[in-house]
């Protein structure tokens, strides 16, 4: 199996969106982070080596950054 693909739903702390997207563009494994109006606050592509790593991204990394509120995870399928 190559690379797993997911794009991250995320809501943040009013005001905070861009901020928490200029630090994630920064982390090992976040393709694309992008501030968006809507029922989200960003959307963040990121790739990893496996599922497990790529939990490991979510939960250990994205999620614990100051100001997340909330993320939702939708794999790709290839």
Same mark, same amino acid.
């Given at each position: 199996?190559?690379?797993?693909? !997911?794009? @991250?739903?995320?809501r ?14 920064? =982390? ?5 982070? %992008? ?5 989200? %606050? !960003?959307? @963040?592509? =990121? /790739? !990893?080596e496996?599922? /497990? !790593? ?5 939960? /250990?990394? @994205? ?14 399928? /290839?």
């Open positions: 199996m190559g690379m797993v693909k !997911a794009y @991250i739903l995320m943040t702390r009013p005001g905070t969106s861009q901020e928490v997207v200029a630090a994630l563009r920064k =982390v090992k494994g976040v393709i694309r982070a %992008d501030s968006v109006y809507g029922r989200f %606050d !960003a959307v @963040i592509l =990121v /790739e !990893a496996s599922l /497990e !790593a790529l939990s490991r991204l979510v939960y /250990e990394v @994205i999620g614990k950054q100051p100001n997340v509120v909330h993320t939702e995870t939708s794999v790709v399928l /290839e």
